[in-house]
């Protein structure tokens, strides 16, 4: 049987490094990390090409769109695409990714990176990386078509993932939608809401994103005064506020935030988004909770159960597509594209 063809784009981070002389650096070479996985060549054909050796910390936008346009230009010369990444800031590529290639990808895309470099006893790197593959080659004979995190033994769908410790091996979780594959013993087994190939919709890549989101961590008695320079300067594109709970904001005395939403919104035509900073958890207007239900009133957009790195990809990507009010950011925030949320499915921005 033919083997799949794979190309791994180096963008960073630990499992692309080596130790050297008692320091932690990049490894000097593609041949260097083969060398340390010669059981890679057994599963598939893999070709290798290092885009960046940045730390993930200071990747951004122009970073997640030049992944894009890398892996668009390459789509017909391989069958799956294996981006290796700092963990730091993994899930925010994944999730923009996700948007960027859409759900007219018809090739699986799989991130992994480490918590130790390959050199390191005991690391994790050899089985993040090899696992990566060995999913990647179950997901084209099975016909899978989406991004996905692959680290420890659970694949998780790149648009609903979260890092969740800065330690531990497994450092990634998926807290309101469940594992799209497993990896055991037996192999690699995906479940049946993992996305497949639908050659009816086209490929079509939207890999901008726009900066300028604030996004606030709510604290008990932050002042809402602190952001409206922010708001006036003209650069600020959109807020997100991180709720205590389902939505909620404050709503008493100097710390009252629903003015300042109200200003933000309908003097400044400022999209204000109102997510949740609990894993798994959800902002919605049908909640018991009169703070939420005045932020929303006030005319806040509840960002359901995206988790907070989708909340502020996704708000970066709407925007930058076009969208003109915060009528139409409220629409699209709340639609589905590629699973990212619970909510009306649509296939291209034009549905919406």
């Known amino acids: 049987m033919k083997k799949i063809k794979i190309l791994v784009i180096g963008y960073g981070g630990t499992i692309a490094m080596v130790v050297r002389d008692n320091k932690v650096m990049p490894a000097e070479n593609v041949e260097e990390i083969l060398k340390l996985l010669p059981s890679l060549s057994q599963l598939a054909d893999i070709e290798f090409e290092?885009?960046?050796?940045?730390?993930?910390?200071?990747?951004?936008?122009?970073?997640?769109?030049?992944?894009?346009?890398?892996?668009?230009?390459?789509?017909?010369?391989?069958?799956?695409f294996l981006i290796t990444h700092g963990t730091n800031t993994m899930?925010?590529?994944?999730?923009?990714?996700?948007?960027?290639?859409?759900?007219?990808?018809?090739?699986?895309?799989?991130?992994?990176?480490?918590?130790?470099?390959?050199?390191?006893?005991?690391?994790?790197?050899?089985?993040?990386f090899e696992n990566a593959v060995k999913v990647l080659v179950t997901a084209c004979e099975e016909n899978v078509?989406?991004?996905?995190?692959?680290?420890?033994?659970?694949?998780?769908?790149?648009?609903r993932a979260v890092k969740i410790s800065e330690s531990?091996?497994?450092?990634?979780?998926?807290?309101?939608?469940?594992?799209?594959?497993?990896i055991t013993s037996t192999g690699v087994h995906f479940n049946y809401h993992t996305h497949k190939?639908?050659?009816?919709?086209?490929?079509?890549i939207k890999p901008h994103f726009i900066p300028g989101i604030l996004s606030i961590d709510m604290t008990p008695g932050q002042l809402p005064d602190l952001f409206e320079t922010i708001v006036t300067s003209g650069k600020c594109k959109g807020i997100i506020l991180k709720s205590h709970g389902a939505g909620s904001v404050p709503t008493d005395?100097?710390?009252?935030?629903?003015?300042?939403?109200?200003?933000?919104?309908?003097?400044?035509?400022?999209?204000?988004?109102?997510?949740?900073?609990?894993?798994?958890?959800?902002?919605?207007?049908?909640?018991?909770?009169?703070?939420?239900?005045?932020?929303?009133?006030?005319?806040?957009?509840?960002?359901?159960?995206?988790?907070?790195?989708?909340?502020?990809?996704?708000?970066?990507?709407i925007i930058a597509q076009g969208a003109n009010s915060i009528g139409e950011v409220r629409k699209q925030i709340l639609a589905e594209y590629i699973g990212e949320i619970t909510g009306a499915k649509v296939k291209s921005l034009s549905q919406a």
């Open 168 to 182: 531990a091996f497994r450092a990634f979780q998926s807290p309101a939608f469940p594992t799209i594959a497993d």
């Open 50 to 80: 290092v885009l960046s050796n940045k730390d993930s910390t200071n990747v951004n936008h122009a970073d997640w769109a030049r992944i894009t346009y890398e892996i668009a230009k390459k789509m017909d010369q391989y069958d799956a």
């Open 253 to 317: 005395g100097p710390y009252n935030f629903i003015p300042f939403i109200k200003r933000t919104v309908h003097d400044y035509k400022i999209p204000v988004v109102v997510s949740t900073k609990f894993l798994g958890g959800n902002s919605y207007k049908e909640v018991n909770d009169e703070c939420a239900v005045l932020a929303v009133e006030a005319g806040a957009i509840p960002s359901g159960d995206l988790t907070d790195v989708m909340t502020e990809i996704k708000l970066m990507w």
């Open 145 to 159: 078509a989406e991004v996905m995190i692959v680290f420890s033994d659970v694949v998780l769908r790149g648009s």
């Open 197 to 204: 190939r639908e050659p009816e919709i086209p490929f079509e």
């Open 91 to 128: 899930a925010y590529t994944a999730s923009a990714l996700s948007i960027a290639l859409g759900r007219g990808l018809q090739k699986p895309v799989a991130f992994t990176g480490s918590q130790l470099p390959l050199t390191v006893y005991g690391n994790d790197a050899r089985f993040n």
